[in-house]
């Protein structure tokens, strides 16, 4: 690591390092000719103080930060970061903001990345994912007044502003889809319930069922890769009174849901329906296409970037809004059921 | 932005605020008492001098950086920048470093980047993409001592180390293939000619051509997206000597290719075979599978990040490394061509 250093500067300039000090603080203690001379050497060497170069933007760290709790070799295969990351970028690079990513194990290392960002002035505001059941990052981002956005919501989220996704919402309406179609037995290839959107969806399915005298849904928990999806799909299909649709909490997670069905010699739709929450291009590409439940992934990442810096502008208060609902685009993964 | 400043510290601990900034930075003119009562607040208020906290890290900013020159909503749609930072992530969260993403419109502006993430202390170091003819990136990294790996090369990349893969050879294994299949009328749907890998894939294109006895190859150039694609496409099979193979610089590019193909009933690979450089799911999910050079995307990205770890920790001198060479993966969208 070879920067510039006062001590650069102050050998070049022929002078000493406080000398340097006090020249580039603009403090008393040099002549105003050993000044200009040290200004001039570390402006040749490419040297600007921290607080220089901040006082330029006003302070600003001119980032924003994004901590992900994705196993790392997840990020490449499943398009919703890179969507969002997509929608924020288009805010960020109009004002030339960049993005801070941080991977991070878990919730109590996430936390540390914003006390660690937020005191080093790496960032001025971070996008918060994933919102939890009493989710310990909402109090700490108030605690440290760091702006903040949240995706979900919009209960659980304290001051923070947040942008909530309906996901009861789009769940009632596959629901409502798929037993106008026939189905009875369905399946819930879920996240982790401990994630704010999950509970809502899971609720959500468990309620309608109820009402329309569906039995019992079937909620399984998968991550976020094939692996497990794969797993859980081949759990529920082997099983003896095996569901007639399977909603999944990911389009990458139903791709492989498709996959496994066909892997079983199930006819998609005749025997078996499928629906992913989340569109991408992998629904439209598998055979049959894939039915989703759409949302524009890029246009929310750019309303969280909005949001973000009305909050670092205006201080506190800024209000929550709700996302776009869910769109069900009915594809050729759904069919009517036909008891045989 | 109510962060802790030196007055808020000042305020709270009733002293003057030269007395908290001398303080905090260890200097004489403040009691032992005032400095554990000023410590004590400052601590209290989660507040960390930038110093403080670099010193604990060794001077490290804690962060590396990648400038992606890709319009922000194109980086949603193709698997490559998200399965490289996956890479680079995997190596990064091991070591708890972070990554600073900036979108920059072009060169001028990832070099003015780079030297403020440099002058600012933001990154320890970064990665480079896309190398070109005679680029003005790589005097200007060199010039600053900005520790950094190009992902590109071997030649023109100067002092710094890189990682190249082998286009030409890449390029040659399959025009030598589909020369052995039949065909004779290739065409190249290609990124910016001013690429370095690009201009290595167009001249192994032809020179392989030339050797063979085949004709004049076209290259035709289309960005990255969908769009640029599709246009390039069409006019290549709209064009009375329409090629029997097209081969397309990314997976994107030529699942977008293969969608044209169809719509103009082509059949693939009957009529046109395709070819694409990198391998994704994208070019699994199709119908016909498309034919792929495949490299590990991920694996090179987290290759760059030990090569730039290396070059931060032992300074410059790195070694340049090939990448793993591509593997030619025939599918279902390449085939014996014969004449009708």
């Known amino acids: 690591m070879k920067r510039p250093t ?10 000493s390092r406080s000398a340097v000090s006090f020249a580039l603080n603009d403090q008393p203690g040099v002549s105003e000719e050993t000044r200009q001379r040290v200004l001039a050497v570390a402006s040749e060497l490419g040297w600007r103080p921290h607080s220089a170069a901040r006082a330029l933007r006003g302070g600003r760290a001119g980032a924003i930060g994004l901590a992900l709790q994705r196993p790392a ?19 960020l690079s109009a004002r030339s903001c960049g993005l801070n990513l941080q991977v991070v194990e878990d919730t109590e290392a996430e936390i540390a990345t914003y006390r660690r960002w937020w005191a080093e002035h790496r960032v001025d505001g971070v996008i918060v994912l994933n919102l939890l059941d ?22 659980g989220t304290g001051s923070l502003p947040s942008i909530w996704s309906q996901d009861a919402a789009g769940m009632t309406d596959v629901v409502e889809y798929l037993a106008a179609l026939g189905h009875r037995r369905l399946a819930h290839v879920a996240g982790d319930p401990n994630m704010r959107h999950i509970v809502d969806r899971t609720t959500a399915l468990h309620e309608v069922c109820r009402l329309r005298g569906l039995p019992e849904p079937v909620t399984v928990r998968a991550d976020f890769s094939d692996e497990d999806s794969a797993q859980a799909t081949r759990r529920l299909l082997a099983a003896p009174d095996r569901p007639t649709a399977i909603i999944y909490h990911t389009d990458l997670t139903a791709v492989t849901g498709l996959e496994v069905a066909l892997e079983m010699g199930l006819s998609v739709p005749d025997e078996l329906s499928l629906v992913a929450f989340n569109d991408s291009r992998l629904c439209r590409l598998v055979n049959p296409k894939l039915t989703a439940l759409a949302h524009d992934i890029p246009g929310r990442g750019a309303q969280a970037a909005r949001m973000l810096f009305a909050a670092i502008d205006a201080g506190p ?4 809004q709700p996302a776009e609902p869910y769109r069900l685009l009915p594809r050729g993964s759904t069919g009517v059921y036909r008891t045989r």
Chains 1, 2 share one sequence.
Do not use: K, Q
């Open 6 to 15: 006062i001590a650069d500067i102050a050998g070049r300039a022929g002078v």
């Open 73 to 91: 070799r997840l990020l490449g295969a499943e398009p919703f970061t890179m969507e969002l990351i997509s929608g924020l970028e288009s805010e």
């Open 134 to 155: 009493d989710d310990p990052r909402v109090g700490v981002l108030e605690d440290l007044h760091l702006p903040a956005v949240v995706i979900g919501g919009p209960a």
């Open 317 to 320: 208060g800024a209000e929550s």
